[in-house]
């Protein structure tokens, strides 16, 4: 422990060589110009000073001598150690003086040899003095050598001594030289005897009680007033020595937690005289270690001590308040340190009153503490609001123990009182300076959300389970009005920080809105519900017409859509299992009022959000919300048009199974083809609802019909008539279908290849059409055979051989590409068909009429194509 102490007190020592330096800097520059006053018109002299050479700087213009003369018999005499005071100059009427040229002022920067060697030892010596008087008290106390009273006598007298040689070692033979030349010996001999009197004080008082309270505090209060003086005369190492020789001296002595009142006098005592001592000299070093070397003798005090914790917080807030008032005065006096004057102080008093709060079991006492320092700091940024940053961190701050009394077993009507107290008390200070919409009100319109957010959300964290949802639900509704008012204040941002309240307040009130219709309606209603708090940002974003709020909009919205899909999550699961060849049965379907609130509401609340123009959002997050609407609304009326056929048994789907897929995906084709149509200009939302409708009718057609579901595999009537059939039907429909896409204009501005991709679609569902048609003429009612006989095999090329006579006879007449290349590839396809495979199974005459009638068809096709080329080539020519 005494290695510890002695490293830090050494840092301290470096920390304050520095400042020294450059206070001695400063000191030779005032004397510098002074001198030059002093000598008029002739060459300035370079003040004799005790630090190095510094870099040359700028002469000040000539003043005449007689001003100079003025000036100087007024100048203060100045003690060592000490930076003189600045003056007020003499105003002097004369012309404009000449400048003379620039001298330069010894200085250099510390070497290692210089610091080590000349200036530590000095001040090591010094502590080391202080700690060679209280360990030798100790060893006397350990080895009972003296009494207690001739213990204290020789503690003083060595202390005396110590002062005595720091005021007239200089008049002593031949060391006196060493005081004069070096003021830091007689700064660390001033140091240590003060710090040595503070601790036999202590010792004599409190632990030999060789002298009264009243007593003892009257040697105190004149032992501070002593160290005032030194101080003054040999500056701040002397100060410095008695702050760590007063802190110290308990510690010594060896007390602590054991009595906790005399210790806080003590400590009150010391610590107002180190406030007094850094307000006089505008030493705000001496301010914040004094706070400091406070705060961690109060911290193990809470930790420790067993009684008289009251006691600990009341000093804890006089302590701290009047650092908090003396640090203020010195928040003008170095911008550099202004933020570290102004919360430093306040910060350690409140992080010491919150560690406090539990000890005292998070009672009223602990939390009148905390508020009567609160609200100093509201008086504080009241006046002044460059301490609005102390409001801040007291109120985040208070986060900790609202929360850590919340999960613990303090009385719950204690906490409710300290959680509405903490809202009120930095809230409603922050909505009154809010509504003034100066310079400032915007923090203060922040600090006034986050007093209604901080302590609902340590209580609502913390202790829920204590309380039903109903009570959590009105608290909630309650607290949408004040953040609401503060976003119908700031509806028009003007500033960067104005637009971060706006986004703010509209924020909190949404998310408490929301928690609200969460906690008091069921579970079912969330992603209704989380759309409903989308649609109402999206709806002030339209208000506001910026472009933060559309953005804020998009996250309930993203939420909402999770939300949506996580409630369909049953849709899903029927999707997987019906692509992978799953027969869907209506008993596994959800039930229709289930369904209704989880998928259809808030997809129709997703679509009113994405489609009304009252609502504003981003371009992604729009389309996020038409894509997730309208699959929830074709979900839910794909589960009500499965209530139709209503199929439930393997044998039922076999029925019906093809023709209730039928109906549905002639249905989607026909409803995307009227929504193109409705879109003239093939552009717009029903261009693209028509689009997604048609890709889905196309996806139904050839994963399910033509995939796992293909009649020719899984069993499925199509109907006994030979034509009009569902199979005929259903592929020439598509192929009709697929033709009109392809004249579609929002087909052609969706993709420039998409009307060719659809062409070529609708002639092979033509050429499907005429296989199927075959397939059932022969088959029946059901196409799942697994052989396929030789005439079937030649009605098959019959029928494509018809089929690319059509193509070619319709593309010659109406001059269509497309269809004269389609029937030509055809033609050829069922060419090498006949070669290949029905002639090898043919024999006798039917051989030879087959082979008979391809020849003349083809010579006649040959024919006709070659005039359609004759003529279309002269036509070109």
């Not at 001003?67 to 007024?74: D, L, N, V």
């Not at 601790?199 to 032992?223: D, K, Q, R, S």
């Not at 719950?412 to 300290?418: E, K, S, Y």
């Not at 008979?852 to 010579?859: D, F, N, R, S």
Request: net charge positive; with cysteine; glycine share 10%.
């Amino acid at each position: 422990m005494e290695g510890l102490l002695l490293l830090i007190v050494l840092i301290l020592a470096v920390w304050l060589l520095n400042l020294n330096g450059r206070i001695k800097y400063l000191e030779a520059r005032i004397g510098t110009l002074i001198d030059r006053l002093n000598a008029g018109s002739l060459p300035p002299i370079p003040a004799q000073r005790d630090m190095a050479e510094a870099p040359s700087a700028p002469e000040p213009p000539a003043v005449p001598k007689a001003a100079a003369i003025a000036y100087a018999s007024r100048r203060p005499a100045t003690v060592k150690g000490e930076v003189p005071a600045e003056q007020p100059r003499a105003k002097i009427d004369a012309p404009p003086p000449r400048p003379e040229p620039a001298a330069e002022i010894s200085t250099k920067n510390w070497s290692f040899e210089e610091l080590v060697g000349g200036k530590l030892p000095i001040w090591v010596g010094g502590i080391s003095l202080v700690f060679a008087g209280f360990f030798l008290v100790r060893h006397t106390i350990d080895a009972g050598l003296l009494g207690p009273g001739t213990r204290s006598v020789l503690a003083t007298l060595f202390a005396a001594l110590l002062i005595a040689a720091s005021q007239w070692g200089g008049r002593l033979p031949r060391v006196g030289e060493s005081f004069t030349a070096d003021p830091r010996i007689a700064q660390s001999l001033a140091g240590a005897g003060i710090a040595i009197l503070y601790g036999t004080l202590y010792m004599a008082a409190e632990i030999y009680g060789l002298i009264g309270i009243p007593m003892a505090f009257a040697l105190l209060i004149a032992t501070t007033i002593l160290a005032f003086a030194l101080a003054l005369r040999h500056g701040p190492p002397t100060a410095l020595m008695g702050l760590i020789g007063g802190f110290a001296a308990p510690w010594v002595a060896g007390l602590g937690p054991d009595n906790v009142p005399v210790l806080l006098l003590y400590l009150g005592i010391f610590l107002a005289g180190l406030f007094g001592l850094a307000l006089w000299r505008r030493w705000l070093w001496l301010l914040l270690l004094a706070s400091g070397g406070g705060a961690l003798w109060t911290i193990g005090l809470i930790v420790a001590a067993e009684s008289a914790l009251p006691l600990v917080g009341l000093f804890v807030l006089a302590a701290g308040g009047a650092a908090v008032l003396v640090g203020d005065r010195f928040a003008d006096s170095d911008p550099r340190l202004a933020a570290m004057a102004r919360y430093a102080p306040m910060a350690l008093a409140l992080i010491q009153l919150a560690m406090l709060l539990p000890r005292l079991q998070f009672g009223w006492i602990g939390w009148g503490f905390y508020a009567v320092l609160s609200a100093m700091a509201i008086a504080l940024a009241w006046r002044d609001a460059r301490h609005l940053p102390s409001l801040f961190g007291a109120l985040l701050l208070c986060l900790m123990p609202l929360a850590a009394g919340w999960d613990s077993q303090a009385s719950r009507t204690m906490m409710i009182i300290a959680s509405i107290g903490t809202g009120l008390l930095f809230g409603g200070p922050a909505h009154l300076r809010a509504r003034s919409r100066n310079d400032g009100s915007a923090y203060w319109a922040m600090l006034a959300l986050m007093a209604q957010a901080v302590p609902f959300a340590a209580a609502f964290a913390f202790a829920k389970p204590d309380y039903p949802d109903a009570v959590w639900g009105a608290i909630s509704a309650l607290l949408v009005a004040p953040a609401a008012y503060i976003a119908w204040q700031w509806q028009k941002a003007e500033s960067r920080i104005d637009q971060i309240v706006q986004i703010g307040s509209a924020a909190l009130a949404a998310a408490m809105g929301w928690l609200a219709l969460t906690l008091f309606l069921p579970d079912a209603y969330f992603a209704s519900t989380t759309f409903v708090v989308a649609a109402a940002l999206a709806a002030w974003a339209v208000r506001t017409s910026g472009t933060a709020m559309p953005k804020l909009a998009t996250i309930p919205m993203g939420f909402a859509i999770l939300a949506l899909a996580a409630g369909s999550w049953r849709f899903f699961d029927i999707l997987g299992g019906a692509m992978g060849g799953e027969i869907l049965l209506v008993s596994g379907l959800p039930e229709i009022g289930e369904a209704a609130r989880m998928t259809l509401l808030p997809s129709l609340l997703a679509l009113a959000v994405v489609a009304l123009p009252h609502f504003a959002l981003g371009r992604w997050a729009r389309r996020a919300g038409w894509f997730a609407g309208g699959t929830g609304l074709i979900a839910f009326v794909w589960l009500l048009a499965k209530q139709i056929a209503h199929i439930d048994s393997p044998s039922q789907f076999i029925t019906l199974g093809l023709a209730e897929r039928v109906v549905m995906t002639q249905l989607l084709f026909v409803a995307g083809w009227l929504a193109m149509r409705r879109a003239a200009d093939g552009s717009g939302i029903w261009a693209r609802a028509g689009l997604s409708l048609a890709a889905l009718a196309l996806f139904r057609l050839c994963w399910f019909d033509l995939g796992v579901f293909n009649p020719l595999h899984r069993p499925q009537a199509l109907g006994p008539a030979p034509v009009a059939n569902l199979g005929t039907v259903h592929l020439g429909l598509a192929a009709f279908w697929l033709w009109q896409l392809a004249r579609s204009p929002a087909v052609a501005k969706a993709h420039p290849q998409l009307p060719r991709l659809a062409e070529i679609g609708s002639l092979l569902a033509m050429a499907l059409t005429a296989l199927v048609t075959v397939r059932q003429l022969v088959q029946g009612n059901l196409i799942s055979g697994a052989t396929i006989d030789v005439g079937e095999n030649y009605l098959y090329s019959a029928a494509l051989l018809m089929l690319s006579i059509g193509w070619l006879a319709i593309g010659i007449k109406t001059g269509l590409a497309i269809l004269r290349l389609a029937g030509l590839a055809l033609l050829t396809l069922v060419t090498l068909k006949v070669f290949l495979i029905d002639a090898a199974a043919l024999v006798g005459v039917l051989r030879i009429l087959s082979f008979m009638g391809l020849g003349v068809a083809l010579i006649g096709i040959g024919w006709a194509y070659g005039r359609v080329m004759r003529v279309g080539k002269a036509v070109v020519e």
